[in-house]
């Protein structure tokens, strides 16, 4: 495992049964480091893999084969998700935060009760001080005037920030961001893009986001992930994709580099919609 990774991902391999109880597999050798303090993006089509293994990085499902290696700061080796019971596995949650594509708020409770919730359930800590750690996290995402209200009394905008305050209750050190986009207008996208790289700066965090929101995408990435058919396409710097999405297509060589072209420009023909092209790559892929 590299020093600079804090999440290493190794061979993960994923399977799911269809109709006849047959495997699928949804992730097919997966293999790629998370480096310390970076903020990566994991993209892809629908049923690319990027929200099962948004799952298998959580511990909300566990990998067939393969491995997942945590190696927090406060971790003398690494950890294998695959290789540790449910009260480590816990150990290590507390360690990242999540935030949910819909923001996942209890509707019961306050924004600030919300908040409060991580520290409640995961550390000793005297309600005064909760209180005064939920107004510094509430303060940090511009919500702490929507303290007391409900969570249907929220847009959709405050929902995520509610969810990101809670999310860094216990000032994790990964960040995992689940569409943090889906359903926003470009204004507020843009908002909530411009905490999470706040974020990033300021508290030094790990920051790992599932989106298919391009625009989103190449505002916040260092670098950045393409999945295709449960595999790794391509990985990279910010700067290679944004290359790549630039180039004249008859400049690009073989199916991976017209498909990953489409997918970034958002283009309505190309490997993804040609039912040739679609096999070719196909082939392409099985054949590794």
Same mark, same amino acid.
């Given at each position: 495992?590299?020093?600079?990774?804090?999440?290493?991902?190794?061979?993960?391999?994923?399977? &799911?049964?269809?109709?006849?109880?047959? !495997?699928?597999?949804?992730?097919?050798?997966?293999?790629?480091?998370?480096?310390? %303090?970076?903020?990566?993006?994991?993209?892809?089509?629908?049923?690319?893999?990027? @929200?099962?293994?948004?799952?298998?990085?959580?511990?909300?499902?566990?990998?067939?084969?393969?491995?997942?290696?945590?190696?927090?700061?406060?971790?003398?080796? !690494?950890?294998?998700?695959?290789?540790?019971?449910?009260?480590?596995? *816990?150990?290590?949650?507390?360690?990242?935060?999540?935030?949910?594509?819909?923001?996942?708020? &209890?509707? @019961?409770?306050?924004?600030?009760?919300?908040?409060?919730?991580?520290?409640?359930?995961? =550390?000793?800590?005297? !309600?005064?001080?909760?209180?005064?750690?939920?107004?510094?996290?509430?303060? $940090?995402?511009?919500?702490?005037?929507?303290? *007391?209200?409900?969570?249907? $009394?929220?847009?959709?905008? $405050?929902?995520?920030?509610? %969810?990101?305050?809670?999310?860094?209750? #216990?000032?994790?050190?990964?960040?995992?961001?689940?569409?943090?986009?889906?359903?926003?207008?470009?204004? =507020?996208?843009?908002?909530?893009?411009?905490?999470?790289?706040?974020?990033?700066?300021?508290?030094?965090? =790990?920051?790992?986001?599932?989106?298919?929101?391009?625009?989103?995408?190449?505002?916040?990435? *260092?670098?950045?992930?393409?999945?295709?058919?449960?595999?790794?396409?391509?990985?990279?710097?910010?700067?290679?994709?944004?290359? #790549?999405?630039?180039?004249?297509?008859? =400049?690009?060589?073989? *199916?991976?580099?017209?498909?990953?072209?489409?997918?970034?420009? %958002?283009?309505?023909?190309?490997?993804?919609?040609?039912?040739?092209?679609?096999?070719?790559?196909?082939?392409?892929?099985?054949?590794?």
């Amino acid at each position: 495992m590299d020093s600079n990774a804090v999440i290493s991902i190794r061979d993960a391999v994923k399977s &799911f049964p269809d109709r006849d109880g047959e !495997p699928v597999r949804v992730l097919d050798g997966v293999s790629f480091e998370i480096h310390r %303090g970076e903020t990566l993006v994991i993209m892809g089509g629908s049923g690319c893999g990027k @929200s099962t293994l948004l799952n298998c990085l959580i511990g909300e499902y566990r990998i067939d084969g393969g491995s997942i290696a945590y190696h927090t700061s406060d971790m003398d080796r !690494p950890r294998d998700l695959a290789a540790v019971d449910e009260v480590e596995l *816990d150990r290590i949650r507390q360690r990242f935060g999540i935030l949910f594509q819909s923001g996942a708020l &209890f509707n @019961s409770l306050t924004v600030s009760e919300n908040v409060a919730l991580p520290l409640r359930e995961h =550390t000793s800590v005297d !309600p005064a001080v909760i209180d005064i750690i939920v107004t510094l996290k509430l303060q $940090q995402v511009k919500m702490l005037p929507h303290r *007391d209200k409900m969570p249907s $009394q929220l847009s959709g905008g $405050q929902k995520k920030r509610a %969810g990101l305050a809670r999310a860094t209750a #216990l000032d994790p050190e990964i960040l995992f961001y689940d569409e943090p986009s889906a359903g926003l207008d470009p204004v =507020t996208s843009a908002a909530i893009d411009e905490l999470m790289m706040d974020f990033s700066k300021k508290l030094h965090v =790990t920051s790992v986001v599932v989106t298919h929101e391009m625009d989103s995408a190449f505002r916040i990435a *260092d670098r950045m992930v393409m999945l295709e058919k449960g595999r790794v396409l391509r990985i990279g710097k910010r700067e290679e994709f944004e290359q #790549l999405r630039d180039a004249d297509p008859g =400049t690009l060589l073989g *199916d991976a580099e017209q498909l990953l072209h489409q997918f970034l420009n %958002g283009a309505s023909t190309g490997p993804l919609t040609d039912r040739d092209g679609l096999s070719m790559f196909e082939k392409l892929i099985i054949q590794g």
